[in-house]
């Protein structure tokens, strides 16, 4: 059997053998919009719920808008122009207009990547600014939840007249589904605030899963922080295979997001009968498999319908390395996953701890066999399974005792497909 799976800039060709049940796993062909300007257009001008952006804006001296960092497609450059034009033909001067780039604890982004983000012609008219988590100085503390987790946020946005958004609706493996109130947190939060939102506390909670929303309750801790932070519109987009635009919801954050979340489901949604006794699955290839720490979302992803005691095969490109210093760091100390769990038991949180957690709780439930060329050989060694830079090598251990007549799904984009066990 031949697929391609989504690996990198370019893709990757794989022949799997014979003997084996497969259920190949594809995101859904969404129809591309006829016309994605006039898509645009019409959601800010006729919101989900809420004052058109028109309105919204008007007598307001400043904005600031929140924008999804390089690793994730959202069409900033094409939703941008027709939200720049209405906040100023609302009376918002362009000197009043501010960018940033929600980069949660993620590395700030290049020149040549913010041009990329917002587009050349945004990029050279606009402030745009990269949030920085680990500076205290930029952020202002709004107090707690409900629940105690203390909210800092960046101060450039909270100190414009509007707050605003552009995201993406894709499946979150701790959230249920991105985009919302996640471009204000984690995005645009202080790092003593992302620490308490990714504890073992949310972490370990099973409804904090990909496609998980109504009970999950980070998806309400982060609604609530949003609250908190006065987010006051927002411009969330779904994207096709081949990232044109599939749809768009504007307006009232909590009730555009919802609209969005429920399209998205329901056009997504891709069950299987029972668990698979083997899952195949990818980092869904540039730009989320740059580094190892997003390519684990092809694992929990695949860890929803794998079977206790199955294997999982990842393929992640990984050419930017293991991820930040702190998450390659802990990549590399603990032996094993039951030692790591026990380790940040009953201990101040670290930086990037929740995606080694997450990863942790995978491979107790089933076996993982790694396939990640970009990470050196010593790093490999440390994974918590079979760990290959060649995908040859990586499939024979997958497939080496595998029962015949072993169902096997595939996943060729990895955390991009919506699935469960019906």
Same mark, same amino acid.
């Given at each position: 059997?031949?697929?391609?799976?989504?690996?990198?800039?370019?893709?990757?060709?794989?022949?799997?053998?014979?003997?084996?049940?497969?259920?190949?796993?594809?995101?859904?062909?969404?129809?591309?919009?006829?016309?994605?300007?006039?898509?645009?257009?019409?959601?800010?001008?006729?919101?989900?719920?809420?004052?058109?952006?028109?309105?919204?804006?008007?007598?307001?001296?400043?904005?600031?808008?929140?924008?999804?960092?390089?690793?994730?497609?959202?069409?900033?450059?094409?939703?941008?122009?027709?939200?720049?034009?209405?906040?100023?033909?609302?009376?918002?001067?362009?000197?009043?207009?501010?960018?940033?780039?929600?980069?949660?604890l993620h590395r700030g982004?290049?020149?040549?990547?913010?041009?990329?983000?917002? =587009? &050349? !012609?945004?990029? *050279?008219?606009?402030?745009?600014?990269?949030?920085?988590?680990?500076?205290? /100085? @930029? +952020?202002?503390? #709004? =107090? &707690? !939840?409900?629940? *105690?987790?203390?909210?800092?946020?960046?101060?450039?946005?909270?100190?414009? /007249? @509007? +707050?605003?958004? #552009? =995201?993406?609706?894709?499946?979150?493996?701790?959230?249920?589904?991105?985009?919302?109130?996640?471009?204000?947190?984690?995005?645009?939060?202080?790092?003593?605030?992302?620490?308490?939102?990714?504890?073992?506390?949310?972490?370990?909670?099973?409804?904090?899963?990909?496609?998980?929303?109504?009970?999950?309750?980070?998806?309400?801790?982060?609604?609530?922080?949003?609250?908190?932070?006065?987010?006051?519109?927002?411009?969330?987009?779904?994207?096709?295979?081949?990232?044109?635009?599939?749809?768009?919801?504007?307006?009232?954050?909590?009730?555009?997001?919802?609209?969005?979340?429920?399209?998205?489901?329901?056009?997504?949604?891709?069950?299987?009968?029972?668990?698979?006794?083997?899952?195949?699955?990818?980092?869904?290839?540039?730009?989320?498999?740059?580094?190892?720490?997003?390519?684990?979302?092809?694992?929990?992803?695949?860890?929803q319908i794998v079977k206790?005691?199955?294997?999982?095969?990842?393929?992640?490109?990984?050419?930017?390395?293991?991820?930040?210093?702190?998450?390659?760091?802990?990549?590399?100390?603990?032996?094993?996953?039951?030692?790591?769990?026990?380790?940040?038991?009953?201990?101040?949180?670290?930086?990037?701890?929740?995606?080694?957690?997450?990863?942790?709780?995978?491979?107790?439930?089933?076996?993982?066999?790694?396939?990640?060329?970009?990470?050196?050989?010593?790093?490999?060694?440390?994974?918590?399974?079979?760990?290959?830079?060649?995908?040859?090598?990586?499939?024979?251990?997958?497939?080496?005792?595998?029962?015949?007549?072993?169902?096997?799904?595939?996943?060729?984009?990895?955390?991009?497909?919506?699935?469960?066990?019906?």
């Amino acid at each position: 059997m031949n697929v391609r799976l989504a690996f990198g800039k370019e893709g990757l060709p794989v022949t799997l053998p014979s003997g084996f049940e497969y259920t190949v796993l594809e995101c859904p062909v969404a129809a591309p919009l006829p016309d994605p300007l006039a898509a645009i257009e019409a959601a800010l001008d006729q919101p989900v719920a809420g004052p058109s952006l028109r309105e919204l804006a008007a007598g307001k001296r400043s904005a600031a808008i929140s924008v999804c960092d390089i690793t994730r497609p959202a069409p900033n450059s094409m939703v941008l122009p027709p939200l720049l034009e209405r906040l100023e033909a609302a009376g918002v001067p362009k000197s009043g207009i501010r960018i940033l780039i929600a980069t949660g604890l993620h590395r700030g982004a290049t020149e040549d990547e913010i041009r990329k983000i917002v =587009g &050349a !012609t945004v990029a *050279g008219q606009y402030e745009i600014l990269n949030h920085d988590a680990r500076n205290p /100085d @930029l +952020h202002r503390h #709004l =107090g &707690a !939840t409900r629940s *105690g987790t203390p909210v800092f946020i960046d101060r450039r946005f909270l100190d414009a /007249d @509007l +707050h605003l958004s #552009l =995201g993406l609706i894709e499946p979150h493996l701790m959230l249920g589904f991105s985009g919302g109130r996640k471009l204000v947190a984690p995005g645009l939060a202080f790092e003593a605030t992302i620490k308490t939102l990714h504890s073992s506390r949310f972490m370990r909670d099973p409804r904090t899963c990909e496609g998980s929303v109504e009970d999950n309750p980070l998806h309400a801790e982060l609604l609530e922080i949003a609250r908190m932070a006065r987010h006051d519109f927002l411009v969330d987009v779904a994207l096709t295979r081949t990232r044109g635009l599939a749809g768009v919801w504007a307006g009232q954050p909590e009730a555009a997001h919802r609209a969005g979340m429920a399209q998205v489901r329901t056009a997504m949604y891709q069950p299987i009968p029972q668990a698979a006794d083997a899952v195949i699955t990818t980092g869904a290839g540039y730009p989320l498999d740059m580094t190892f720490y997003q390519s684990v979302k092809g694992i929990t992803a695949a860890s929803q319908i794998v079977k206790k005691g199955g294997r999982i095969l990842l393929f992640g490109e990984c050419g930017e390395g293991a991820g930040a210093a702190e998450f390659s760091k802990m990549l590399g100390e603990y032996a094993s996953d039951a030692e790591f769990l026990r380790a940040i038991e009953g201990v101040p949180v670290t930086v990037d701890q929740w995606q080694l957690e997450k990863l942790a709780l995978a491979t107790q439930k089933a076996g993982v066999v790694f396939c990640a060329p970009g990470l050196p050989a010593a790093q490999l060694e440390k994974l918590w399974g079979p760990a290959f830079h060649e995908p040859a090598a990586a499939l024979h251990s997958f497939f080496d005792g595998l029962p015949s007549g072993s169902r096997v799904a595939v996943m060729p984009e990895g955390p991009y497909v919506f699935t469960g066990v019906n």
